[in-house]
């Protein structure tokens, strides 16, 4: 049993099926209907940008990674679309990992477990599965603006009042998690991204560059605070939504953001983060799967997150986690034995739907570090086997 854990989830790639990415989802949407040039190859260098930049940066705990998701949203706003369009856009496309249902029924009903979900997408994307696996939105972290325990707890209260009305308070929860679709087709606010995804490519360019000159980035990051500048003669209250949203970038979820709010959720259980378990699978999770007691990464192709994991499980079920978290609840040593013994569990308990040749591996940190090329392999593998499946 593991009682006594915290267990967080990423949701996007653990929860949701990895074939579907929000941000990308948004932005494919957006390109077939205003036809924006380059569009996608843009947002594709700033994706760059926003993983090199945090790579960059990330000892001195600067830049965070997962900032694509929420330019995705301004991007999308800024031409017209609304969090009603986005909840619908992810509700066609959004299906659920093999074994996530049965992962966090066990959770619940056999250990009285409630999972986090912390996730840097766009809280359409989070909110419809938190509903449907009947998770509280007081348990919910992702991008926009950060609610109190308090104005979470509210929508707890309004969805055991109220479970009929559910779709609408899951709306209005999006609307107040993410306030700024009343910049909807708003000329100033396009303007902005056009020139703030300019300079931050141009930054990339120079993170790519085998020596970075920290005198032209330097000068490249003023660009950056000049241009809020400019913004904050034209609309203050945008300045300070976009001040809050891109640069404390405290409306992002990822990397050192999302360790942030592990601590917060480590300081409302009272549990030491040895308590922890996080579940992750991408580079917006290397710094919480490091914070982490117990950082799993699952189907994972990413060297940061891999290095960042104390160990790495490539599985078609996420049903293959019940064996592991209740060894983790043991205290016991992990042993090649024990490792051994738990890989014949975990085939034990994955579902007849999800048999296939390839059997469920687990790695340790150490196996990551001595062959990361075997073990990203393995990972790949499972990852595009749950891709296909419908």
């Known amino acids: ?66 900032t694509t998701p929420v330019i995705s949203s ?73 609610l109190t325990m308090k104005e979470a707890e509210k929508f707890d209260k309004k969805r055991r009042e109220k479970p009929n009305d559910n779709n609408q308070i899951m709306l209005n929860e999006i609307q107040e998690r993410f306030p700024y679709e009343r910049y909807s087709n708003s000329k100033i606010l396009r303007q902005f991204l056009d020139d703030y995804l300019e300079i931050c490519i141009e930054m990339n360019k120079l993170y790519a560059q085998s020596e970075t000159n920290e005198s032209a980035l330097q000068s490249k990051k003023r660009e950056q605070l000049e241009l809020l500048g400019r913004i904050k003669k034209e609309d203050s209250n945008l300045a300070k939504d976009l001040r809050y949203l891109l640069y404390s970038e405290d409306g992002v979820m990822g990397a050192h953001r999302k360790k942030q709010a592990l601590i917060i959720i480590e300081k409302r259980e009272k549990v030491k983060k040895e308590s922890i378990i996080y579940v992750g699978d991408s580079i917006v999770d290397a710094d919480p799967l490091a914070y982490a007691g117990h950082g799993i990464s699952v189907n994972c192709t990413n060297k940061e997150a891999l290095l960042s ?16 978290i209740e060894f983790i609840a043991s205290n016991k040593p992990m042993s090649s034995e024990s490792k051994e013994d738990l890989e014949k569990e975990i085939s034990k308990r994955i579902s007849s739907g999800a048999q296939v040749a390839l059997a469920s591996k687990l790695f340790t940190a150490n196996e990551v570090m001595i062959d990361i090329n075997a073990v990203t392999q393995a990972n790949r593998l499972w990852k595009d086997y749950v891709k296909r499946l419908q």
Not at 26 to 41: G, H, T, V, Y
Not at 82 to 93: G, I, M
């Open 74 to 146: 301004l991007l999308a706003i800024a031409h017209g679309a609304t969090n009603e369009l986005f909840l619908t856009l992810a509700r066609k496309q959004l299906t659920l990992t093999p074994g996530a249902t049965q992962l966090l029924t066990w959770l619940k009903n056999a250990n009285g477990i409630e999972p986090y979900f912390v996730s840097s997408a766009h809280p359409a994307a989070v909110l419809p599965v938190a509903y449907q696996l009947g998770i509280s939105s007081s348990h919910v972290f992702c991008n926009g603006r950060q």
């Open 309 to 324: 994991s104390r160990i790495n499980v490539a599985t078609p079920s996420l049903e293959s986690l019940i064996p592991l």
């Open 1 to 66: 049993m593991a009682k006594g854990f915290v267990v967080v989830f990423d949701v996007e790639g653990p929860i949701i099926n990895p074939k579907f990415d929000f941000a990308w989802l948004m932005i494919e949407n957006l390109a077939k209907e205003s036809r924006i040039r380059d569009l996608n190859d843009r947002v594709k260098a700033f994706d760059e940008y926003d993983d090199n930049r945090w790579l960059h940066e990330r000892r001195a705990k600067g830049h965070s990674t997962g």
